[in-house]
């Protein structure tokens, strides 16, 4: 059986900065520089094995634009690769770019790898290398695999970075890479391997080797807490397994004040639709509706590897969605956890019902800030299709910070209104919200008001509906089509930005 957990893959990436020369570049198994595509031609006069550069380009460039130029040189047949990227280039186009040069060079497992930049100023030059190292890593990192035969897993490659400018943040891009590798490897898992209960096991694995305090509250838990909501989600279950995980990483010791932080994510293990059942097209990979909670763990593994200044509590709603005698219907009457009385419309939107209950529990510990990740409606899909991801938040002022972190990470967001008067078309006439319509027009948003009446005004709370959880082919450097979108741009966003800085949000706010 495949392993729950991504095997720890042994991450090398050394910097220096030597002179680009022929001699040098035949000591790597494999080799990409990176130029500037207006200096194009004079670049490539000036590069090592110039005139063969010159003539692939003028071959190259008679057929159209020219972006990648590879060839094998020496008596090695060494495979290297030139790239060209353009000064508007935003992360993005970047990561793009980096994925198809690396894709191109195709080197073998384990190979020693030159990435190098010529005629680059130093920020463009830093974060091209950047780029190339996330996409190295995530081509690089392996999905599970059951196969009677499985191959052997590939060893990843020896990276050397070179250039006249700064040297990357190694240690940053690494923890990255784990974190979204372990979001993939999660979401990837079949259903019946990766199911409410390992999924717990998986959890108290990682936290010990982590070192995180870990505790879940089971159902019996929750009936005590009355967190009516996700407990209708649970209800027609096979098996008495669902719950929510609590993961818990501490900062080192600092001054008492540090921030605190929480995580929340959607773990739907399989998603029927419930009683309002699903065609088999839409239900065909509804394995994948827990990904939100594998981008939340990832982000915190990302996040404690740094060790970060601050605390972080991960809450994941772990549970399916059947169909069953049992199962939540329309028109019941629920009570969460905070005592709101929730009037069912439809069983497939069941990723805000539990998510409503995990809020108002994480809520409880008064974090600084909150930010939650689900896969939760088509209507965002429709709304951006799979390249953006849609951003809400209680502090509209934090809007042109949240697009702003997706276009420098390039995992790219789209931040969406959350008027009141949204509200209107959730008035129920027995409870105090209907939890959605019966159509889709506007659920993304409504979605998010919903989620809102969970999360306490005082409370700064970032809600993303990921839209591009699954790609077909990827997404900028990720090359599977679960692409574990959101640990790449909620650990740049918040190692540096909302609470990395040690700002209070109350500060923020006034800004």
Not at 69 to 97: D, G, N, Q
Not at 147 to 174: C, H, M, R, V, Y
Not at 286 to 292: F, I, K, P, T
Not at 337 to 364: C, F, K, P, W, Y
């Amino acid at each position: 059986m495949v392993e729950l957990l991504p095997a720890e893959r042994d991450l090398r990436i050394s910097q220096r900065r030597t002179q680009l020369s022929e001699s040098a570049m035949t000591k790597y198994d494999a080799s990409i520089v990176i130029c500037d595509r207006e200096q194009a031609e004079s670049s490539l006069a000036k590069l090592p094995f110039g005139a063969v550069w010159q003539r692939l380009y003028t071959e190259a460039k008679a057929r159209g634009p020219v972006s990648i130029l590879s060839t094998r040189m020496t008596t090695e047949a060494i495979p290297m690769a030139v790239a060209f990227t353009k000064s508007s280039h935003a992360a993005f186009e970047r990561l793009s770019l980096a994925a198809r040069v690396w894709k191109e060079l195709a080197p073998s497992p384990g190979a020693k790898v030159l990435f190098a930049t010529y005629g680059l100023d130093a920020e463009r030059s830093k974060t091209m290398l950047e780029a190339l190292t996330a996409a190295s890593l995530a081509a690089t990192a392996g999905m599970p695999v059951m196969k009677s035969k499985p191959p052997k897993p590939a060893a990843p490659p020896q990276l050397t970075l070179s250039s006249e400018g700064p040297d990357i943040d190694a240690e940053l891009s690494i923890a990255i890479d784990r974190g979204n590798h372990l979001a993939r490897w999660l979401t990837t898992l079949p259903p019946n391997v990766l199911h409410t209960n390992s999924y717990r096991k998986a959890l108290r694995d990682l936290a010990k080797r982590e070192g995180w305090a870990f505790s879940f509250l089971d159902e019996a838990a929750l009936k005590r807490l009355r967190a009516g909501a996700f407990l209708a989600v649970s209800r027609a279950n096979e098996h008495r397994d669902a719950g929510i995980v609590r993961l818990r990483y501490r900062a080192p010791k600092g001054d008492g004040s540090r921030k605190k932080l929480a995580l929340v994510g959607k773990g739907i293990c399989f998603d029927t639709g419930g009683i309002n059942l699903k065609p088999h097209k839409s239900m065909y990979q509804m394995h994948e509706d827990m990904q939100g909670s594998a981008v939340a763990v990832g982000t915190l593994l990302a996040l404690s590897r740094l060790k970060v200044p601050y605390d972080i509590d991960c809450w994941l709603a772990i549970t399916e969605n059947e169909i069953g005698p049992n199962a939540f219907r329309p028109q019941e009457v629920v009570t969460a956890v905070n005592g709101v009385t929730i009037q069912v419309v439809h069983s497939d939107a069941e990723g805000r019902m539990v998510l409503a209950d995990t809020l108002a529990l994480a809520a409880r510990e008064k974090p600084d800030m909150m930010m939650d990740f689900a896969t939760l409606t088509g209507a965002c899909v429709t709304a951006l299709t799979d390249r953006y991801a849609g951003a809400f938040t209680n502090r509209p002022e934090w809007h042109s910070t949240l697009e702003q972190a997706g276009r420098d990470s390039g995992e790219r967001v789209w931040p969406f209104p959350m008027d009141e008067d949204f509200d209107s078309d959730l008035e129920s006439p027995i409870a105090d919200v209907l939890h959605c319509t019966l159509d889709s027009k506007g659920d993304h948003i409504l979605a998010a008001r919903f989620l809102n009446r969970f999360v306490p005004e005082e409370t700064p709370w970032i809600h993303i509906d990921l839209a591009t959880s699954n790609r077909n082919g990827g997404l900028a450097h990720i090359p599977t089509d679960f692409t574990g979108f959101g640990v790449r741009y909620a650990t740049l966003l918040l190692r540096d930005g909302l609470i990395g800085s040690g700002k209070s949000t109350t500060k923020r706010k006034r800004q």
